[in-house]
């Protein structure tokens, strides 16, 4: 069974919107499936879709965590599309919450990225970097593939091991730990953690002594979307003072950690990052330690990934010709996770001009068509905020169907979230259909980094839930990896 034909090509859904305006370019209110086929057919996206077998198990082969919502079947954008097709369907159930905005994760995507870090950095074990994305499924599938984690919390540590992750998979890579946090990193097992400052080794000292330290140093930053030299990193000028009272508290320090910022765009910066790690080895030897582990960091961009793995393939063979006995560690977030989520969201209400050509509004120079949509910036789109992040619409449904006619005239519009702020801008200027209406739906991709994690309740709007599937890409594969997971007893 083709994966298009999970959508049936007979039904036809009604909209469920009542007193929609006329809009001129639609011919009805209910779904055109047959347009959707055709759409997605000549999808160049869906040609990488490979044919899922759907067994008489598919049930319990949905189920692969009893804990979890079900892991579908089928190519992200039908999902995006289903979703849209369910919130009709509630809609006409009078369902209070029909229309809410949703997720589509493809974990697929996530085991692509998987295979291309092991391309390119075979020798690097990356420790995927939880706050990112939390994702239980995320944590499960990256679990399963054998990476470390990246946590800076206790709870970000307990959700790593009560997945069943050993704790010597840990690193607890925040450099301004509570001394409880310390102490229960000590209970638990994660010994291998991060500091910058001389009052972390003295407490260290006092609440987990046998902790193995990871130098934080810092890097140039400039070249990032989020800059964390104001708030971490020692400078190479005090890693030797710090070395010496290491020593002098008996704390053993293996190696040295850096962070180019979060959103690289220049992934030249790895070189110059790696010639400073070099110098704090060289420092360790002086200090009377023997450095073996080198942690890479972060930073890491989807768009110039292999670019940046060149950068530092070539850095490391220049500065660390003898690598025996140095484990080298990375610590992806963004670069997982960023293209496996998408985010389907509806227009819940529309502002624009009486008028019925709207044209800009010359004086005050914003766009004269404003949508709101059902999610902003107080959720999923708080990476515009805190992650200087621009996002960008398309539509996914336009008067009943999914089709959008490559003719379809475009206006300047503005798109905003559902709150009652004024910052919760999340377009401030696009160009859309003029011919979007109220019950229409805006979907954005790229949604995964940085984005459910910090989404907040402001205002009573719910934060969106995730629809999961294994998608187009290597789809028996990820399946078969997790049941593994679940058959190897970890504890779901
Ligand atoms: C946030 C963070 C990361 C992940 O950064 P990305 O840019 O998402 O790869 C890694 N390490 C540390 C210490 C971080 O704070």
Redesign the pocket.
């Known amino acids: 069974m083709s994966q298009v034909e999970i959508i049936s090509t007979s039904s036809s859904v009604d909209l469920g919107v009542t007193n929609r305006e006329p809009s001129g370019h639609s011919d009805g209110l209910s779904w055109t499936t047959n347009i959707l086929v055709d759409n997605l057919s000549s999808s160049p996206t869906l040609r990488l879709t490979a044919s899922q077998p759907r067994g008489a198990n598919i049930n319990i082969d949905e189920n692969i965590f009893p804990s979890l919502p079900p892991l579908l079947h089928g190519h992200p954008s039908i999902h995006l599309r289903n979703g849209v097709m369910n919130a009709s369907r509630a809609a006409a159930n009078r369902d209070p919450d029909a229309e809410r905005a949703f997720f589509v994760a493809d974990l697929g995507q996530v085991y692509a990225q998987h295979l291309r870090w092991q391309a390119c950095l075979p020798d690097i074990l990356p420790f995927y970097?939880v706050?990112?994305n939390p994702d239980p499924y995320v944590l499960r599938l990256l679990a399963a593939l054998g990476t470390g984690f990246?946590c800076?919390s206790n709870g970000e540590i307990s959700q790593i091991l009560d997945i069943g992750v050993d704790p010597s998979r840990i690193i607890y890579?925040?450099?301004c730990k509570a001394v409880s946090f310390v102490r229960n990193a000590g209970k638990l097992g994660v010994d291998m953690m991060?500091f910058d400052n001389i009052d972390e080794l003295y407490k260290i000292s006092r609440a987990h002594p046998r902790a193995q330290l990871v130098v934080?140093i810092l890097a140039d930053d400039s070249k990032?979307l989020?800059a964390?030299n104001t708030k971490?990193g020692a400078s190479l000028v005090a890693v030797p003072g710090l070395l010496r009272k290491a020593k002098e508290l008996n704390l053993n320090v293996v190696g040295v950690?850096f962070?180019v910022?979060?959103?690289?765009y220049d992934p030249s910066v790895y070189t110059d990052a790696v010639m400073r790690a070099k110098t704090a080895f060289d420092m360790g030897t002086e200090a009377g330690y023997h450095f073996s582990v080198l942690d890479v960091?972060?930073?890491?961009?989807d768009a110039s990934f292999e670019q940046a793995a060149t950068f530092l393939t070539d850095a490391i063979t220049t500065y660390f010709p003898d690598r025996h006995g140095i484990k080298i560690i990375a610590?992806?977030?963004?670069?997982y996770v960023s293209k496996a989520f998408s985010l389907a969201t509806n227009i819940i209400a529309r502002r624009a001009p009486v008028t019925e050509a709207p044209v800009n509004d010359e004086h005050s120079g914003r766009p004269a068509v404003m949508y709101y949509i059902n999610d902003g910036v107080y959720g999923a789109f708080n990476c515009i905020l805190f992650d200087h992040q621009t996002v960008h619409p398309y539509v996914l449904s336009i008067g009943g169907s999914f089709h959008v006619a490559a003719s379809e005239p475009v206006t300047n519009s503005s798109v905003w979230g559902p709150t009652c702020d004024s910052i919760d801008c999340v377009c401030p200027t696009t160009q859309l259909p003029g011919a979007l209406r109220v019950g229409d739906w805006l979907a954005f991709d790229n949604m995964g980094?940085?984005t459910v994690c910090a989404a907040s309740q402001f205002n009573g709007f719910e934060v969106s839930k995730v629809i999961y599937t294994t998608g187009g890409f290597a789809a028996s594969e990820v399946r078969g990896v997790l049941a593994k997971f679940v058959e190897d007893g970890h504890n779901c």
Request: charged share 20%; net charge neutral; hydrophobic share 25%.
């Open positions: 970097a706050k990112c990246d800076a890579a925040n450099p991060t934080r990032s989020c964390f971490f950690s962070h910022g979060s959103g690289c960091g972060g930073g890491f961009e610590e992806p977030g963004r670069f980094a940085y």
